[in-house]
């Protein structure tokens, strides 16, 4: 018996010993093939819509599972491994590495199938017979693909095992992360797609007003002075009227409750009146709101939604679409020449005091005219998709929908909502907006510098400085574009209301609540040619959370980025992250982690 028990003894040592190598190798394997499983299963909207992004998505895939069956073959090879099998402990050392690999490769292939789904769509959306039509079936089957790939990949989650060697039970809980993180964006944009279905009709006509913003004048976006219509059924677009709000002229304020900070801070501007400041605030939603009460107060008729878009998107479609002839424009208008003739040359034929309502409604007759050319069809779809997401992106394109469900869902993703619909406690906004009537804008470019000082204590002082950049020419001749209108001394002079925007819960002197964030104002005066700045300091308590500090930085959509420069500094932290000085074009949100330590 008792050399029995030493035979059994010495071939469950050889068996360990036999099992290093190949579970060594096989972890190694799995640390990889965890990696491309993150990138393959990172599929948002924009990845989906990207032929780009699903090719390198598909690779991450691939290489995943790849690696998760090189892993599977040298556990499945090892006589050491299937000796300790019958192991106590062991076995559970040995199955739990196994589920891993398997698991690996089925989340890889939940990827596969809704990367095929996403390809078919394409396909679908780039059949003949659905030219100049929007596949609405295939939206809603793109949907019901990714909220199942969300749940799939859910399933993947395994409960905590006690018995698990420390680095083997770190493995399977960073896959039951990457599978949670996923699952979670995946059943997100299961929602959003299914939203986007109803939005674009497949459930009956949507009816829409189509607000044009104007870059040339900025609030929080461009100022609104001209619209469109457009109604959306079985996939076609389908266009109503279209002016400038001079026809759309209101008496008295519609009832939309504001919220405290809103009218403390944009109350006197008439936002829920006049058209012109209907989105000073930040909140896209509330400016929906106040939208669609103005068009039914004004028009007796009322709208299912509002598409907000400014010239910066439109010249996106353009790029896809080809130019297209507009009454009134010289040349045809296209993705090159769209920013420099709507904001610029547009506005130079023009005399001081020109205030008609053929002038407001041109932006009005360029979206027709694009409209006409979406619905016509013969363009590339996907390519389409693309350039709407990229505007999405930037803050050029946002819907808001009348009816709660779909809003709820516009409000938390990318498709509307504001500023804070994300990690509102670590948000910041900024908004630089025109004081005047002039269309000054497309002179204008503001810089961006945030210095980030990290106390010992974890809490951030933030100092923020705005420098107004008015490239107008020194000499700058009356105009309607340049003025002298009310308040300014000189043509070409820029007033500037400078908004920001600091995340919930922090300290801003004479800050107040609105959007969702903590919101100052300062006032600039800039002389043609020349920069004047504006500054702000923010206290952010408990900026490092979790051994992270995390900074989310929400861009204004002008017609040019603005450049911003951050320096970080934290004396006694050890910081791990992106570079601690650096120059972004902020051109849509930022997201920045630093893991910190002391």
Do not use: C
């Not at 034929?349 to 020109?354: K, M, N, T, V």
């Not at 590339?380 to 998709?385: E, H, I, N, Q």
């Amino acid at each position: 018996m008792a050399a029995l028990v030493a035979v059994a003894v010495v071939v469950v040592i050889a068996a360990a010993v036999a099992s290093v190598r190949p579970l060594l190798a096989a972890h190694r394997d799995l640390a990889e093939a965890r990696g491309a499983l993150q990138s393959a299963t990172s599929l948002d909207l924009a990845t989906l819509a990207s032929r780009q992004g699903r090719a390198a998505a598909e690779q991450a895939a691939s290489s995943a599972a790849a690696d998760a069956a090189a892993a599977q073959a040298r556990l499945q090879g090892s006589w050491g491994l299937d000796v300790l099998g019958f192991v106590p402990w062991a076995s559970d050392q040995r199955d739990a590495t196994v589920a891993l690999a398997a698991d690996v490769r089925s989340g890889s292939t939940i990827a596969l199938g809704l990367l095929r789904a996403a390809d078919r769509f394409e396909g679908q959306a780039q059949a003949p017979s659905e030219r100049g039509r929007i596949p609405v079936a295939g939206v809603a089957q793109l949907a019901g693909a990714a909220t199942r790939a969300g749940t799939a990949l859910r399933a993947l989650e395994r409960p905590p095992n006690l018995l698990l060697l420390p680095p083997l039970a770190h493995a399977r809980t960073q896959l039951d992360q990457v599978a949670a993180a996923a699952a979670s964006k995946l059943s997100s944009t299961g929602r959003t797609l299914a939203a986007l279905d109803r939005f674009l009709g497949a459930a009956g006509p949507q009816f829409d007003l189509v607000a044009v913003e104007n870059n040339a004048e900025m609030r929080d976006q461009g100022i609104i002075s001209s619209y469109a219509t457009a109604t959306f059924a079985g996939g076609r677009i389908h266009l109503g009227p279209h002016g400038s709000v001079a026809q759309l002229l209101l008496h008295r304020p519609v009832p939309v409750p504001l919220p405290a900070g809103t009218r403390a801070y944009f109350g006197d501007l008439g936002p829920a009146q006049l058209w012109q400041s209907v989105n000073a605030t930040a909140d896209f939603p509330l400016s929906g709101r106040l939208m669609v009460a103005m068009y039914a107060a004004a028009t007796g008729r009322h709208v299912n939604g509002v598409i907000g878009i400014d010239v910066p998107a439109l010249a996106d479609i353009l790029g896809v679409t080809g130019p297209v002839r507009v009454p009134g424009l010289a040349t045809p208008l296209g993705a090159q020449n769209a920013v420099p003739v709507l904001l610029d040359q547009l506005y130079q034929r023009y005399p001081l005091g020109s205030q008609t309502p053929d002038r407001r409604a041109e932006l009005s007759r360029v979206v027709r005219a694009v409209f006409s050319r979406l619905q016509a069809g013969g363009y590339d779809p996907v390519a389409l998709g693309e350039a709407l997401t990229r505007a999405v992106a930037g803050g050029h394109l946002q819907l808001y929908s009348a009816a709660p469900g779909l809003e709820r869902v516009f409000a938390t993703q990318d498709l509307g909502g504001g500023p804070a619909r994300t990690l509102p406690s670590r948000t910041f906004h900024l908004a630089v907006e025109n004081a005047t009537a002039t269309k000054l804008d497309y002179f204008v470019r503001p810089r961006v510098a945030m210095a980030v000082h990290l106390q010992p204590d974890g809490t951030a002082v933030i100092t923020t400085t705005v420098s107004v950049v008015n490239t107008a020419p020194a000499g700058a001749q009356p105009s309607y574009q340049f003025g002298p209108q009310q308040y300014q001394a000189r043509a070409g002079q820029y007033l500037a209301r400078v908004y920001f925007w600091s995340p919930a819960g922090s300290y801003q002197p004479h800050g107040l609540p609105e959007s969702g964030l903590e919101l100052a104002e300062r006032n600039v005066v800039a002389n043609p040619a020349t920069t004047s700045t504006a500054s702000f300091t923010t206290t952010l308590p408990h900026a490092v959370s979790g051994g992270h500090l995390v900074l989310r930085l929400v861009p204004q959509p002008r017609a040019f980025p603005m450049p911003l420069t951050l320096s970080l500094a934290g004396p006694g932290w050890r910081l791990q992250g992106p570079s601690t000085t650096t120059t972004l074009a902020w051109d849509h949100t930022l997201n920045l982690v630093w893991a910190a330590r002391r």
